[in-house]
């Protein structure tokens, strides 16, 4: 296996060559101010409660919140939905939990009599009840996340939520998300018979975990410590350094027996305890909000170079779901034109947030104007892709398809909107919330047509360092 790269040589070229296709990146430094927020709970990234990005469902958590209706003319009738989901809140993986359990001995081994300290004795007090066993498990909050989501998306969207329509439901093979499929079927209640057999939970990991398919995604990715050279790079830089020291005095330990992935997983802990037993923990007494931005864009660097725009084999390789998600659209278009009945009216998937990021980053969302990099942290306080208001946990992506009666064209016959997290997004190509479906297959014209999965997720032959390649 080729030697990783250190991060010490995540130098501009580096950074250049590693830049996705035809983008230079330009280097301009402007002034921002930064967001007013209360607390933590806003920057925990891809361990952010779905009630983050939709605070009305706190009030409520059937509320279909402001603004639920669609801009679509009263003549239009919805023919099929295909929602991408992402598993409910869940508990810690037995990584981060064996490195909490590394952080919390520290904290209990410190000898009696050294000096006061009120945060290290509170925390050493504090009962660890993680066990490697939860391994990222579906959380009892996570079942809630999901039977909720089932029920305002069949109040938004009654007449295909309509008894006796089919429900194709399906998941990866992670226990998470099989049970996260489980309970949005359970949400359904007993009244929708779905054609009276229970619907079964398909294991789709083709679909829904493509990136594990990608044999470059993987090699190149995945696998190569080189590819998350921003990454490490931010974990040794001056703001890391900044919340590290920081923890490492409210704690009492030498700085040294601290590194920025206990001092990540001590974040994370707050979160977790939140999200899953909705309470605030003693372990986000550490964390000002300056430090929770500063870890929030570690999570987001990761996520950049891992999942989103940081390499084009991180949103290529999902195209794979991206053609699938319009084949099945095209079928319902020809159905509906033939006259016949829709035979997948309801298409639920249940996936990742490296599901859902890709994809997203395929159809062009949340891209900044500048790459997010290790050494421009000041200037994406105000960047778009922000993980947590993107993929939190029971992220959704839906696309809804309509057929329209009394249009003024053919093409206005069938119109498509796309909702993200329960809220409408606008379409690149025209700016509104609503689109005819030949519009937005033009504008995906390439994608559609000319990202073949096996070609793109190839190996290269010959022996290429993986930022040449990427």
Request: glycine residues 6%; hydrophobic residues 40%.
């Amino acid at each position: 296996k080729r030697r990783p790269r250190s991060a010490s040589s995540c130098g501009s070229r580096a950074v250049a060559a590693m830049a996705p296709r035809g983008e230079v990146a330009l280097l301009v430094l402007f002034l921002v101010l930064p967001p007013a927020s209360a607390g933590l709970s806003g920057y925990f990234g891809t361990k952010s409660r779905y009630e983050e990005v939709n605070p009305h469902l706190v009030r409520d958590p059937l509320s279909l919140g402001p603004g639920a209706g669609g801009s679509l003319p009263a003549s239009c009738a919805p023919l099929q939905l295909r929602a991408v989901l992402r598993h409910g809140t869940r508990y810690p993986t037995a990584g981060q939990v064996r490195r909490l359990g590394e952080l919390h001995s520290r904290l209990l081994r410190r000898p009696a009599g050294t000096a006061a300290c009120p945060a290290a004795a509170a925390l050493a007090a504090w009962p660890m009840w993680y066990e490697e066993s939860l391994d990222g498990r579906l959380a009892p909050q996570g079942r809630r996340d999901m039977e909720q989501l089932a029920r305002r998306m069949a109040a938004r969207f009654p007449a295909l939520f309509a008894a006796r329509r089919r429900l194709a439901l399906a998941s990866s093979s992670k226990h998470r998300c099989l049970q996260s499929g489980a309970a949005f079927r359970r949400g359904l209640g007993p009244t929708l018979d779905f054609g009276g057999d229970e619907v079964e939970v398909e294991v789709n990991d083709s679909l829904m975990r493509f990136f594990d398919h990608c044999a470059k995604f993987v090699a190149l990715v995945e696998e190569n410590d080189a590819a998350m050279c921003q990454v490490n790079a931010f974990k040794e830089g001056p703001e890391m350094k900044k919340v590290l020291e920081k923890v490492a005095s409210a704690l009492c330990l030498p700085v040294e027996e601290l590194n920025a992935d206990l001092v990540q997983v001590a974040f994370l802990t707050c979160s977790y305890e939140l999200a899953i037993k909705n309470v605030t923990s003693p372990w986000c007494s550490l964390f000002s909000e300056e430090d929770a931005k500063v870890l929030e864009y570690l999570n987001d660097l990761k996520q950049y170079w891992k999942r989103g725009y940081g390499y084009d084999i991180n949103s290529r390789s999902s195209c794979i779901l991206f053609q699938d998600i319009f084949q099945h659209l095209d079928k319902a278009v020809e159905e509906s034109k033939s006259s016949k009945p829709i035979s997948s009216p309801l298409i639920v998937q249940v996936g990742h947030a490296e599901t859902l990021q890709p994809l997203l980053a395929l159809m062009g969302y949340f891209k900044d104007d500048e790459p997010l990099l290790a050494n421009n942290y000041a200037q994406h306080t105000q960047r778009k892709f922000r993980s947590g208001r993107i993929v939190p946990y029971a992220a959704n992506l839906v696309f809804v398809l309509y057929h329209c009666d009394h249009v003024n064209a053919s093409q206005e016959e069938y119109q498509v909107q796309l909702l993200l997290n329960e809220k409408l997004l606008s379409f690149h190509h025209s700016n509104e919330t609503v689109s005819t479906y030949a519009d937005l297959k033009d504008y995906y014209k390439d994608i559609l047509e000319n990202c073949h999965f096996q070609e793109e997720c190839e190996l290269p032959k010959v022996n290429v360092t993986a930022v040449d390649e990427l």
